[in-house]
Every structure is written in structure tokens, then in C-alpha cells.
């Protein structure tokens, strides 16, 4: 060849080289109808860790409401004549308190709550106070119940008030509403026995607002249920993480002491309180008010499958080393009754059952459908499938429809994962918890990772999963892009992956000890995360079946970035008739793509464009700006199925095309 030619050649292909970087064409084919969408795709993990129960998501007021932290006055302030005392009328919690005349007229007996840094009131809204008590020598006492602003030194604290009378020497249970005349963010509750009045015992001091979620008595803060709720979630896996298999055997959570009447239902200890020495947060407990009925319970109404973790006899393997810090395999049985009386518990007869009864007790005899339970969390090494084996036998004889969740350790890749999926494949798991807090560029190679996964073996519960990236923030838009170019590989892969749930879910501004994290709140208000945007949108636009999707000729994601940036995955909608085509540009430019719908929709198609970015990549809302980064939808109409879209830089767009 001459080398004038060569020269040619050299430019004409560099010119199209240079015209394929922002030119790509994406077809996606309606016709080839691909998986089904497990509805459990796209799903929360809730975990009470940075106070996401008690604090959080759990709508009660009063930290150490019946005086059973180990230190009985924490979050307390005491003042007068209180005495502690411990023959109450709940054997799991019996520890009380007796307030008395001070020996003077005006010096006051009582105690102010100052809740979870602070306790939030909002002006006009109604107050559920609840106490046991009674008047050990009969007759009558009275208590002025106070809502207190603490913090105003130079003014009225009181914010709203009432008089309780209680009577007898019988304990009984008080109820009063109360009406907030302020809104405080940082408030107490006070309660001080009236002048003249007889001693008294107070146990279990509560306060709700009356507004909960659904309006359950022990009910969830509304706002933060309602940002579950909003993301449609298929399946809800809890109560953790960490905190199921305990620092140690008797600190893991026994779902037994979390039902029942709430008043019994014995604290345990919070994990989170100590484990980082820079967020340490003493007064951090598990009251389990929050408890295994009442997530049951809100599965149900926010139509997610219930996924509980329970423990397979392992304290977390981070914090013990040894063999005797776990249970021996042979003494097993306990913790397997434990999983077999769960099922019980959500499913059986309460005719038949003693725990089906007292899930009929709590209000509901139907069952709650429980199809999954997960055994273990993070576990590793053979003595996990040692201690696991046991469990897979009897749930297996005993419910052979029940899936068992196994878990393939706390890494997404290594020794421990790559020896445990094939020792998952032999026990029988119907599915495998991988977890993943990665950077970026982990997220960026991974949008491929299910392509080539084994058909035939368990399915995949990506069971914890967040960018942990560089940027300033932590919740900061390119995080949250990332995880939406891992997600496309996600539901592409709809065949083998069966669930997916971002971690941790819930952080109190002033009480987390991990971020980043899906939902944030202080004592009034809360924000959506980008992240929590980005699983919106996949979860309420999964369709029914992965289709066909091919960028430039290959899978999306073929790259190891994506192709040139990009990552793509298409659904179709049987119901609606629409097909959905989701693309994530992490590319720098913006990038023009001629989308090809092959089949299905003809010419003139309406389409519903949603595109989510940021001016900013470290972008984040906030609880002052808490809309500042939202996806933007709008109409498009196009006269064939085959047009060129642009893909703005670093942007998540969605299409949701119908027939005109
Ligand atoms: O989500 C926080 C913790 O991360 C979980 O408790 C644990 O499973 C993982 O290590």
C-alpha cells in the first residue's frame, strides 16, 4: 500500500472513530421479551443503626421510657424525690420510678425527658402521652404533664400542658392527648407530681405523635414510612446487618423479645453505641418497640415481601475470633426453633400455634406470607456452613416453600466470596447476599458483573450496596449516578438477580455512625437522598420483562467503564404497554444516541422523558434543601420508532415510550 494511501486510510478512520465517540445507537427489542421482573427487584434493608429505630423510623418520643438502660436515669434529668425502683408490673422490664412530696411546698418532684436529641414538636399537631401508674397507698395523685422547650432560657418553656389523675392502687394505664401550641425542634417532656398529691408509681412513660403512619398507636414516624412507602419496594429485608448477630451470642436479636405487649418486650443493646470511637453514642439501645409484628406489618402495607435475617449461631466474625465465642454446632437447636417458630409466628394457624395465636393476639390472625428468610448476615469460612447445614435441613422438611438466603461473607469478590458461592450452590441456598461498599470506580466496572453469572445455581440478593465515593459529600449526586449504572446491569440480569437494596437505609443527623445513607431527618423533617431518587426510579419503573437492549452492537456495559461512559438496560410493561429504556451517562459530554425500538411500538410514540443531574456532581440535598436535586420529567412525541435522543454529561435519563 502507498503511503499516500495509508495516510488516507489513517484519517478517514480516525474521522469515524472520532464520530463514533458521541454517536451511538442503542436498539432495544420489545419483541424478544426477555425475564420476568421479580417483584422483589428493587427493595429496602432497613437496619437500626445511625438511630433509624428508636429515634427514627419508631414514632416514640421518650428515650429509656421504662428506666432499663444500664444507667436507669439516662435521659432522664430527675429532680426532687425520685426513687428507682424494680418490682414493676413487667417481669422483662421492672425497673419504675416513685415520685414523692420534696419535704417542701415549693421544691417540685419530677423528671423532663430530653428524648433523641431533643423531641421534636410540631405547633398545632396532637401528642399521645401513656404512662402505667398507681398510688401505692391508694387514692389519688395527679401529674401536670408538660411539652418543654429546654432551650429557651429567657422565656416560657412550657409549650403545651394537661393534668393527669391517677387512682388507686392498682397499676393501670393513662392516656391523654395533647395539643403543641409551638413547633420545637429540641424539646422535653416534663412530668411533675401536683402539690399535695400522693406518691406515685410511674412506669413505661410514652409519648407518640397521634399522626403515625397509618395511624398505629405504636406506630412509625409518618414521613419517614411514607419514603418507603413512595419507593414501591418488592421486598424489605431487617432487622439488619450487624446487629442480628450480636457482638455476642446474648446481644444478638432474638425476634422473640420483640413482640408482644410493647411494655414487656426487654431492652437489648445497640451494637452502634461503641463500635466507632469518633461517633460514640452511649445512650444508644434497642428498645424494640420496633419489633418483628410491627415489620410485618409494614410490609404488608407498603406491599413488600417480608425478608427477616435471623442468626445462624455466629456473633460477628469481625469482633470474634475464636470458636468459643460462637455456638457449638451440636447446641444448635434452640436458635433453629427460633427460625422454625418465626415461620410460625408470620405464617401458621393461630389455632395450631402458639406463635401464629399471638400474632392473632396483636391484631392479626391472617398470615403475613412470609416466603423468605435469611440465615446469617455477613458470616464466612466453613464454620459458617457447618453452623448453617442444620438450619437448611429442618426449614427445608418443615417448609419446603420457604426460600433460604444464605450469604456469600461481607465482600463483593475474594477468598471468602469465592470460596462460599460454590459452598452456597452445594447447601441448597435458594439465593446469595452479596455486599458492596465500593468507590466509583468499582461501580463503574461493575455494570457488567451479572452477565456472565451461572443460570443454573441460586439467585443473587445484592443485599447491601452504596457507592461510598470521593466526593465532598457523601450523598452527593455522582454516587448516586453510579449506582444507577450498576443498577442497569441490575435489572438487565432481571434472570438471575432477585433483589437488589441499597445500605444503610435511615441516619439521624445527629446520631449516625455510618454514611453514606439512604433517607436523612432530624426531629422534624427528613430528605430523599440522590441515591434514594435512583432506586425510585428503577423500583416504579421496572415494567414486566427485561428486553433485549444492544449498544453499538454490543451488551450495554461491555466496557469497563461502560462504552464510553455509557450503561443502559431496557424493560417492557405488559400492562401499561410501554417499554422503558433507562441510560446512565457517567461520560464527561453529552452524548447523542439513536434509539432504535425494534418491533412493538410503531411510528408516532409518545414518550415520558425523565432526566435526573446536578450542577454539581457533589451535589446533595439537604434537610434545608431537600428538593434541590430531583428528577424532571417531561412530553416528547417522535413520528418513528427510530429517533436520536442526547444524553446530557454525567445524567441519568429514563424513556418510557407508548404507542400514540
Ligand atoms: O450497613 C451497615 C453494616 O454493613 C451492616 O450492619 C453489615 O451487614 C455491613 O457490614
Not at 417542701?104 to 423532663?112: A, I, M
Request: with cysteine; aromatic share 12%; proline share 5%.
Amino acid at each position: 500500500m502507498s503511503m499516500k494511501k495509508l495516510l488516507c486510510l489513517m484519517l478517514l478512520s480516525s474521522s469515524l472513530s472520532a464520530f463514533s465517540v458521541n454517536e451511538h445507537v442503542l436498539t432495544v427489542s420489545p419483541k424478544k421479551i426477555g425475564a420476568p421482573i421479580p417483584s422483589t427487584l428493587y427493595g429496602i434493608f432497613f437496619e437500626d443503626i445511625n438511630f433509624a429505630a428508636d429515634g427514627g423510623l419508631y414514632g416514640e418520643l421518650v428515650k429509656n421510657r421504662s428506666f432499663e438502660f444500664p444507667d436507669h436515669f439516662m435521659g432522664w434529668n430527675i429532680f426532687g424525690n425520685v426513687k428507682l425502683n424494680s418490682d414493676g408490673p413487667f417481669d422483662k422490664n421492672p425497673h419504675y420510678v416513685r415520685l414523692g412530696y420534696s419535704g417542701h411546698n415549693d421544691k417540685h418532684s419530677g423528671l423532663e425527658n430530653e428524648g433523641y436529641f431533643g423531641i421534636g414538636y410540631n405547633k398545632n399537631n396532637l401528642y399521645r402521652f401513656s404512662v402505667w401508674a398507681r398510688v401505692p397507698e391508694g387514692g389519688s395523685a395527679t401529674l401536670h404533664v408538660m411539652f418543654c422547650d429546654p432551650n429557651n432560657r429567657n422565656g416560657n418553656q412550657q409549650i403545651a400542658e394537661t393534668d393527669v389523675v391517677v387512682e388507686g392502687k392498682e397499676w393501670k394505664k393513662y392516656s391523654v392527648e395533647i395539643r403543641a401550641t409551638r413547633t420545637v425542634d429540641k424539646g422535653s417532656l416534663r412530668v411533675v407530681l401536683r402539690k399535695e398529691s400522693n406518691v406515685v408509681d410511674l412506669e413505661h412513660i410514652s409519648l407518640f405523635p397521634v399522626d403515625t403512619w397509618k395511624g398505629h398507636e405504636n406506630g412509625m414516624r409518618k414521613d419517614l414510612a411514607q419514603a418507603l412507602a413512595d419507593l414501591h419496594p418488592g421486598v424489605f429485608r431487617f432487622p439488619g446487618g450487624c446487629i442480628v448477630e450480636g457482638t455476642d451470642l446474648a446481644t444478638r436479636y432474638q425476634w422473640k423479645n420483640s413482640v408482644g405487649p410493647v411494655e414487656n418486650r426487654p431492652l437489648n443493646e445497640n451494637r452502634w453505641h461503641y463500635t466507632f470511637e469518633n461517633r460514640f453514642f452511649p445512650d444508644y439501645f434497642q428498645s424494640y418497640g420496633l419489633g418483628f409484628f410491627e415489620y410485618f406489618q409494614l410490609c404488608e402495607e407498603i406491599g413488600a415481601s417480608p425478608l427477616p435475617v435471623v442468626s445462624v449461631g455466629l456473633a460477628c466474625q469481625f469482633q470474634n475470633h475464636s470458636e468459643e465465642a460462637h455456638q457449638p454446632i451440636g447446641e444448635l437447636q434452640p436458635y433453629i426453633d427460633d427460625v422454625l417458630d418465626l415461620i410460625e409466628f408470620a405464617n401458621g394457624n393461630p389455632d395450631k400455634n402458639r406463635w401464629a395465636k399471638l400474632r392473632a393476639d396483636m391484631g392479626h390472625p391472617a398470615p403475613f406470607n412470609l416466603k423468605y428468610v435469611a440465615i446469617g448476615n455477613e458470616q464466612w469460612g466453613q464454620t459458617y456452613i457447618d453452623h448453617l447445614k442444620p438450619f437448611v435441613e429442618q426449614v427445608r422438611k418443615k417448609y419446603p416453600n420457604i426460600k433460604i438466603v444464605g450469604t456469600a461473607g461481607p465482600n463483593s469478590e475474594g477468598a471468602d466470596f469465592e470460596f462460599l458461592w460454590p459452598e452456597m450452590r452445594k447447601i441448597g441456598a435458594d439465593l446469595v447476599d452479596e455486599h458492596f461498599y465500593r468507590p466509583e470506580s468499582w461501580f463503574l466496572q461493575s455494570g457488567n458483573r451479572y452477565d456472565n453469572y451461572d443460570r443454573k445455581g441460586p439467585k443473587v440478593f445484592a443485599g447491601e450496596y452504596a457507592c461510598h465515593g470521593k466526593g465532598k459529600g457523601w450523598n452527593h449526586f455522582e454516587a448516586a449516578l453510579m449506582e444507577a449504572a450498576f443498577l442497569t446491569g441490575v435489572e438487565r440480569n432481571a434472570d438471575v438477580v432477585e433483589m437488589a437494596t441499597y445500605a444503610p437505609l435511615f441516619a439521624h443527623v445527629d446520631g449516625w455512625q455510618w454514611r453514606p445513607d439512604m433517607i436523612w431527618y432530624d426531629n422534624l423533617r427528613s430528605y430523599k437522598t440522590c441515591s434514594w431518587w435512583i432506586q425510585s426510579l428503577f423500583s416504579n419503573n421496572k415494567g414486566t420483562n427485561v428486553i433485549s437492549c444492544i449498544l453499538d452492537n454490543n451488551k450495554p456495559a461491555a466496557g469497563n467503564n461502560g462504552q464510553d461512559g455509557l450503561f443502559a438496560s431496557s424493560v417492557i410493561d405488559k400492562v401499561t404497554k410501554s417499554v422503558i429504556v433507562k441510560i446512565v451517562n457517567t461520560n464527561d459530554s453529552k452524548q447523542t444516541i439513536k434509539l432504535n425500538v425494534n418491533g412493538y411500538l410503531k411510528n408516532k410514540i409518545k414518550a415520558v422523558v425523565t432526566t435526573f443531574q446536578s450542577d454539581s456532581l457533589d451535589g446533595e440535598n439537604t434537610l434545608d434543601e431537600p428538593n434541590k436535586y430531583v428528577p424532571v420529567t417531561t412530553q416528547q412525541e417522535f413520528p418513528s420508532n427510530s429517533f436520536t435522543i442526547s444524553v446530557p454529561a454525567k445524567s441519568f435519563v429514563m424513556y418510557e415510550l407508548k404507542q400514540q
